[in-house]
């Protein structure tokens, strides 16, 4: 990049502005197509949601009966429904991804072509995520859940 280093000694890489554009361009798309996951994702959950009270509804009817297979469908039912939590955490990685990829875009912006005159924009610095890894569950049992 073309700017000073930050500290006397420190290395620099020397990047065409061109090619910083480029990959600006690139971590923007990935931003994009991020926010279009998580619309997908949130739609499926809600899509799964709705059937799976369709379905427990439906055996949960008096007329249903109480026989034991009737018992495991429900408890398979709740579980189902205890797995979609994964839904909570795809949205928090993707927000935290996004934050990272958002950082990154405008500090090499901010690196390879220097900041405008007269603009106040956030310093990337500041629109990192704190916390290198908001979700730190990687698996889901019925009755068990972490907060962050």
């Known amino acids: 990049m073309e700017s000073e280093p930050n500290h ?3 290395p620099v ?3 065409p502005v061109m090619v910083a554009a480029e990959v600006q361009d690139s971590l923007l798309v990935v931003m994009h197509d991020l926010h279009r996951l998580e619309g997908l994702i949130s739609h499926a959950t809600d899509n799964l949601m709705e059937r799976f009270g369709v ?3 439906n055996l949960t009817d ?3 009966g109480d026989s034991p297979e009737l018992q495991a469908a429900r408890e398979a039912l709740r579980n189902a429904v205890t797995e979609l939590q994964f839904q ?3 949205s928090q990685l993707i927000w935290h991804t996004t934050k990272v990829l958002q950082a990154c875009a405008f500090r090499l912006a901010a690196e390879s072509m220097g900041a405008e005159e007269g603009e106040e924009s956030a310093s990337f610095v500041e629109m990192a995520p704190d916390r290198p890894n908001p979700v730190t569950q990687s698996e ?5 859940i972490e907060l962050f």
Do not use: E, H
């Open 8 to 10: 006397p000694g420190d």
């Open 13 to 15: 890489v020397r990047l």
């Open 55 to 57: 379905a427990n509804q």
């Open 62 to 64: 008096a007329t249903a």
């Open 88 to 90: 909570d955490m795809a």
């Open 140 to 144: 889901m049992d019925a009755g068990s």
